[in-house]
């Protein structure tokens, strides 16, 4: 049973910043996958970035150059740094462990960005 818990969303101001923190399990795979999704309401969940084991990442275009996705192994946590935030990331923000192709979730934090 693959577990990620969540934690550090909150309240915060337009062009403020905020850092989510996810445990993730002891013990990954080179083929595994690690990632921050985000659902606003009525939309789709949507990949916010994404890193492999190896450090490589990916952003959505939203969020790049505002966002950083990092890894903390000896910690067994996944971080994503927010800065510059907009009222439009306002979103239940959602940790993701992509293994052999099967997606697993924490339960989510929400991030709210007053304007």
């Known amino acids: 049973q693959v577990q990620l818990v969540e934690s550090g969303g909150g309240l915060v101001q337009d062009g403020g910043s905020l850092r989510l923190s996810c445990a993730v399990p002891?013990?990954?795979?080179?083929?595994?996958?690690l990632g921050w999704y985000r659902q606003a309401p009525g939309r789709a969940r949507e990949l916010v970035a994404s890193?492999?084991?190896?450090?490589?990442?990916n952003y959505a275009d939203s969020v790049k150059g505002r966002f950083t996705i990092s890894r903390d192994g000896a910690n067994q946590r996944m971080y994503l740094q927010m800065d510059s935030v907009k009222p439009e990331d306002t979103a239940v923000y959602y940790c993701?462990?992509?293994?052999?192709?099967?997606?697993?979730w924490g339960q989510g934090t929400q991030v709210t960005v007053s304007s």
């Open positions: 002891g013990i990954l795979f080179s083929s595994d996958r």
């Open positions: 993701n462990l992509n293994r052999d192709w099967i997606d697993h």
């Open positions: 890193i492999t084991i190896g450090g490589i990442t």
